[in-house]
């Protein structure tokens, strides 16, 4: 048996004990004041753990960030674990979802979306820290608190702290089969507005622009650049139009939900998309890009080294990916390696039935605590 699981399994009870309580303090992305509170505690969490700076980055809209740091001044580039602190669950939640245990599971709102993976991380370097056996490198963790809303206010600060690292570990859930992730599909969303002319609809129909049947026919042109097979979606996930039952419409708004899996896939449905042009004489069509994450395009070299750590610890591992995004789409497109999916194994996440695989925790935190350990600087 692995030295580090059966370590980590003796931890297995004070593990549950500490998700639970950080499952207990509520952390919507919108709810700045609850999200704050759990940054304060992890700051405590944080320093408990030997960490020799923690600072924290203030924030208006969003809950604040936290930048915690080991072995300040050694040798070598550091590791970054990112995770972030927010969920989707609206501040009481727990009302409804109360935690609960059963079946070897735990069930709490935000549990396995990523409260698991952010203990997990925490564990594993107190653990090498007790064991001494912390590597001579520096170890930095950013938590942040807007993962949820696609990291509009942390991305540059992301992109920052891992330009300077050899290696980022993101501790989102692992798949649904237990694998770490090596790929996620990049994504991009976009705001396509039609305007047509608005006439009465009784008595002059033929003065107006009808901006809905514009947009039927845009839907039918945006629809055919799906590519299923090949990882492409295109989907239209929202659609606000007309102002009364006797008016032509005058102006339609919709959502656009674009995912690929290589970024030369995403550049060309970009041009594609945002080249639209007016099907009836007098429309007028503009879609404009408003979010997006890169891909994060698998690197086989990165899973075989990681599978090859894991092994020399009595662990197999095996990998996966995602079509949702996380924020090692930001790291992995910049060429930083990155592994994702170290989190905990359960299923359900942003779903009433949310749970985490209690036996994981210890199994991912001794994963986490062998790469920390041996990964060296030789991709």
Not at 314 to 332: K, P, V
Request: hydrophobic residues 40%; proline residues 4%; glycine residues 10%.
């Amino acid at each position: 048996m692995s030295l580090f699981l059966d370590t980590f399994r003796q931890r297995r009870d004070a593990m549950l004990d500490l998700l639970i309580k950080l499952v207990t303090l509520e952390s919507c992305t919108g709810d700045k004041r609850g999200v704050d509170r759990l940054v304060a505690f992890m700051e405590s969490q944080l320093t408990e753990s030997g960490a020799m700076s923690v600072r924290r980055y203030a924030q208006s809209e969003v809950g604040d960030f936290t930048l915690a740091k080991w072995n300040e001044g050694a040798a070598g580039k550091p590791i970054l674990i990112l995770g972030h602190l927010d969920t989707v669950y609206p501040s009481g939640s727990l009302d409804t979802m109360p935690i609960r245990v059963a079946d070897g599971r735990l069930y709490g709102p935000g549990a396995l979306d990523m409260k698991a993976g952010v203990l997990i991380a925490l564990e594993a370097i107190r653990a090498l820290r007790e064991r001494q056996q912390l590597p001579d490198r520096p170890i930095h963790m950013l938590l942040t608190s807007d993962e949820e809303i696609g990291s509009p206010h942390s991305e540059a600060l992301i992109r920052e702290r891992a330009a300077e690292c050899e290696l980022v570990l993101v501790m989102e859930p692992a798949t649904k089969e237990g694998a770490i992730k090596t790929w996620r599909k990049g994504g991009a969303k976009y705001a396509l507005t039609i305007e047509g002319r608005s006439a009465h609809a009784g008595s002059a129909p033929q003065e107006g622009i009808n901006a809905i049947i514009e947009f039927a026919q845009q839907a039918l042109e945006i629809n055919r650049l799906n590519d299923l097979k090949y990882g492409t979606s295109v989907s239209i996930t929202r659609v606000d139009g007309g102002s009364a039952g006797n008016v032509i419409p005058a102006l339609v708004r919709a959502h656009i939900d674009a995912r690929a899996l290589s970024q030369g896939a995403l550049d060309k449905l970009h041009a594609d998309l945002t080249n639209l042009y007016p099907k009836m004489p007098g429309a007028n069509v503009s879609c404009v890009r408003i979010a997006g994450r890169p891909p994060m395009e698998r690197r086989a070299e990165l899973f075989e080294k990681a599978a090859a750590i894991a092994e020399r610890h009595g662990l197999t591992i095996d990998e996966g990916g995602s079509g949702g995004g996380s924020d090692g789409n930001f790291t992995a497109a910049m060429g930083v390696p990155t592994l994702d999916g170290l989190g905990a194994h359960g299923d359900g996440a942003h779903a009433p039935h949310e749970h985490v695989i209690i036996d994981s925790l210890p199994r991912q935190a001794a994963l986490c605590a062998a790469l920390l350990l041996e990964w060296t600087q030789d991709i």
